[in-house]
């Protein structure tokens, strides 16, 4: 098996779905001769040519708009938004279009299209390229959201996201693109959407995260081990649909509960998380839910983001919290 | 310099609005597609005032009327193949019932129902847009589908004045245009968009004028003369087949009526203006004249059309009422192809209220 990076499997993911299926193409800006601009595309447009990779017209909206077209009239458009933030130009398009086709034909119509977005910090990016945008989607009905954490994931994720018959939305990380390799298989190979991944298992306390978070949850909960707390993570993998039974199940051993993730705290998903788990088992609980997150402010500048993202020392000091009760 | 000043606008008009045009062009049309035509055009005409007398005795919901705006509506639908693609907006219901809709569904959907805005499996019409200018990238993406896999359908994208003004709109064109994708952008300015008149949504002279900055065709036509749509439409529609790319049609016309039920016209404009347009421009009266000189149409005929397509509204709205469907568990079905655990939970609840005839 090749150890290759999460922007590899993400490339490969595309590669042999266009393979399998020609009704997949490929749009966005600068998605062919340039590969994207994190080189996730690349070398598609020299294999499949110019009929089923397109660079298109500088416009958000107008990139989903037509994606909605090409999927009702029988292809399946992989669309790229070069950064998240700049969703926000294809809000309606996305939220109110795509989202509702099946809903609003009656299931005459689907929309297999895939939106995929990078997303996250801790780069040093200009304004807008960083935020996590998740929770506008969740909150849209008719989209699903998927939003991996390592290459393995990332492959399969997107390969399943790409046959699914609902418009999704796949936010990759931007950070992890290559900041660590991974046995991945060859072969393609899908992950079904909506189910979670425990990271590690253990008895204490549950951290749940999923997409950029998880892989510092992870590590800080393997350290966390040697200074005797057994935390059990979980990736989520997907927030919509959710896979709440590994949650709950976990919830009901442990009693104990963090979330972690990089959106603004107000409305970010893990409130929903929460919400989901006092309406289930909030006797179960021995401590209050403790929710590590973005603060209520636009994503900051450069010099000072690390304080801003969730980070060791408020996801330890919360661990410890948790541990008092 | 580019200055619209130095334009040449024209006006496309076959029919002028005392019926009279080029008798050689004229002679183009058979006896046979005029009747047609007018047989369409007086037929959504009834259907309109139907509806909206039936929205005021409340059985209907808020409704769109489109009386004036015959002509180019059913003009252009009618120069279109069977397998071609429309998109309409809320105000399309002429255009949808001549491309195939039944009216029973027409009924569906302004009743409300939750089958409302499913279209027959055999029919490529888009379901209504409410998003003003949302379809114009839709319309685009579907004829750009159409180019790739090399087939014939064109893809019609109807809306109205104040669309233009959208951002979705400019996308459109421009996509279309780059991609040359068969797509016919047919714009109905019917002077407004709610109550905002056209002049303050555009410093424009024409709408289509808009065409030549994204490298495509504009045409500007007498939107109430049925004969200059069609022929305009055909040519566009030929044309989309043909590879040559997308047009901008704008077809010139008044909305006689309300924008909505719901809307009350006397505070944006004078009755003066409507009277002219009712008394000197409808689109019908035009085309009566020309079938009348021709001794296609009596005033018998017309009082057995109108007759006949008043029993077909009664038996279509009846149709509907007694088959209505549909309950608040079934909107559940639609979200996504299979519902996710916690969708299921909600549908559950809402089942066990309907067992209690809690909810409809
Ligand atoms: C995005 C959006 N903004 C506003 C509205 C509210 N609205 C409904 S119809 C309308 C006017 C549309 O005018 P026009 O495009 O000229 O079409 P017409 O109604 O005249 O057929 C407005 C403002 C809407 N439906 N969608």
Known sequence: MAEITMIQAINEAMRQEMERDERVIVLGEDVGTNGGVFRATDGLLEQFGDQRVFDTPLAESGIIGTSIGLAVNGFRPIAEIQFLGFVYQAMDQLAAQAARIRFRSAGRFTCPIVVRSPYGGGVRTPELHSDALEALFTHSPGLKVVMPSNAYDAKGLLIAAIRDEDPVLFLEPMKLYRAFRMEVPEEPYEIPLGKARIVKEGEDVTIISWGATVPLVAKLAADMKAQGVDAEVIDLRCLQPLDIDTIMQSVEKTGRVMIVHEAVKTNGFGAEIAALISERALFSLSAPIVRVTGYDTPYPVPSVEDDWLPNAARIVEGVQTLMRY | ?360
């Open chain 2, 1 to 360: 310099m580019f200055d619209q000043n130095e334009l040449r606008f024209e006006m496309v008009q076959l029919l002028d609005e005392n019926g009279n045009g080029d008798e050689q062009e004229l002679a183009s049309f058979s006896d046979e597609f005029l009747v047609t035509l007018y047989r369409w055009m007086r037929k959504v005409r009834v259907i309109d005032e139907r509806l909206l007398k039936m929205q005021r005795q409340g059985r209907i919901g808020t409704y769109a009327p489109f009386s004036g705006q015959e002509a180019a509506q059913i003009g252009s639908v009618l120069a279109l193949r069977k397998d071609d693609w429309i998109f309409p907006s809320y105000r399309e219901i002429a255009a949808c019932l001549a491309h195939g809709l039944p009216l029973a569904q027409i009924f569906q959907y302004v009743r409300g129902r939750v089958m409302g805005r499913k279209m027959p499996e055999d029919l490529n019409i888009f379901p209504t847009q409410i998003i003003i200018g949302a379809q114009t990238l839709h319309a685009t993406g579907c004829a750009w589908a159409t180019k790739l896999k090399g087939e014939t359908q064109v893809s019609v994208c109807y809306f109205g004045d104040g669309a233009t003004s959208e951002g979705d709109f400019h996308e459109a064109l421009n996509f279309a245009s780059v991609y040359q994708v068969p797509v016919i952008f047919f714009c109905q300015n019917n002077h407004y968009a709610i109550s905002v008149p056209v002049h303050k949504q555009t410093a424009s002279r024409t709408i289509a004028q808009k065409a030549l900055a994204y490298g495509m065709k504009g045409v500007l036509v007498d939107g109430n003369d049925a004969l200059a749509v069609y022929k305009t439409m055909k040519q566009a529609v030929e044309a989309a087949r043909n590879g040559e790319g997308p047009m901008l049609i704008e077809a010139l016309t008044y909305r006689l009526g309300p924008h909505t039920t719901a809307d009350d016209p006397t505070k944006y404009r004078n009755a003066e203006e409507v009277e002219q347009w009712k008394r000197k421009k409808d689109p019908l009266h035009r085309l009566r004249v020309l079938l009348e000189k021709r001794g296609l149409w009596t005033e018998e005929q017309e009082e057995a059309w109108v007759a006949q397509v008043n029993e077909e509204v009664t038996e279509a709205y009846e149709e509907a009422t007694a088959n209505e469907t549909g309950s608040i568990v079934d909107v559940f079905d639609y979200v996504y192809g299979k519902p996710s655990k916690l969708l299921q939970e909600q549908q559950q609840e809402v089942a066990r209220r309907k067992q209690r005839k809690e909810v409809r």
